[in-house]
């Protein structure tokens, strides 16, 4: 399930952009999951159970080398119900809580930022990073049974394919300008969570149904500052798998 309970009907996948990353690979070759990363979001929570969170930027010129804090800390809304282990960049566990779809939990882990998406035409608002601009036909599918769960599809292309999807051009604000965060991505598991952004925050602040929203200046400087180049990884974690992780991830 994505973000906001938006229903919309089928479509087919926009080949480019199917998200990408590959579970575990960086991590099932002992290096952990920022190994290549030169640009690092960090989002943490207090608790599994948080709906909310502190997100901060960082960035190294080595990836061997220290990371150094890019920008204040801001404040982020997660899902209703909280944090759940997803399926990215980190060698996934087996223990609860598992995301799913449509538990209402934002994923866990580490996961990498592909690309972003908006409202406006052209990407001049994340100019280092690929770029989607949303038109009203634009769906992100949540269909388990779909073969194109968890994809973005242009309903423009071809006949109906799943019962399920979330249209991507709304009539509010929240999609105006949002990065795509690769979960559940290669392989695709049916049922562990689809559609993942982080995206604008509703007004007033509240928890999501799965993704990570901040307020609009905070995501413009964010889709500002990150470059496809330096590789950049979301690292999103309660507070104790934070500390726990701080060395086997390399974390600041």
């Known amino acids: 399930m994505a973000c906001f309970l938006s229903r919309f ?20 070759a002992g290096l952990g ?14 608790s599994w159970n948080a709906t909310t969170g502190s997100l901060t930027r960082f960035e190294r010129i080595d990836p061997q080398g220290p990371w150094k804090q890019a920008g204040a800390t801001v404040a982020v809304q997660l899902g209703r119900k909280g ?18 779809e449509g538990d209402g939990r934002a994923p866990a882990g580490a996961f990498a930022l592909s690309r972003a998406f908006g409202y406006a035409q052209t990407g001049q608002a994340a100019p280092h990073l690929p770029y989607l601009a949303l038109t009203p036909t634009v769906e ?19 006949a109906r394919a799943w019962t399920s999807s979330e249209a991507m ?10 990065l795509m965060v690769d979960h559940n991505a290669s392989p695709v ?13 509703r ?23 990150l ?17 726990r992780l701080r060395g086997p991830w390399n974390l600041p």
């Open 33 to 46: 999951p920022t190994a290549e990363a030169g640009q690092l979001v960090l989002v943490l929570a207090d």
């Open 203 to 225: 007004t007033p602040p509240a928890p999501t149904a799965g993704c990570t929203a901040m307020a609009p200046a905070d995501i413009e400087a964010l889709a500002g500052w």
């Open 189 to 201: 598991q049916p049922g562990a969570g689809s559609c993942i952004f982080l995206h604008i925050q």
């Open 140 to 158: 992100c599918v949540d269909d388990e049974a779909s073969s194109s769960y968890n994809k973005m599809v242009d309903n423009r292309t071809v």
């Open 227 to 243: 470059d496809q180049w330096k590789k950049p990884v979301l690292v999103q974690l309660p507070k104790p798998e934070f500390e």
């Open 83 to 100: 944090l759940a282990w997803g399926r990215g960049l980190h060698v996934a566990p087996h223990q609860e809580p598992l995301k799913r």
């Open 9 to 28: 009907v089928p479509a087919l996948v926009l080949g480019a952009l199917a998200f990408l990353g590959q579970p575990g690979a960086a991590s099932s």
């Open 169 to 178: 051009r709304r009539n509010d604000e929240l999609y105006r300008l949002g």
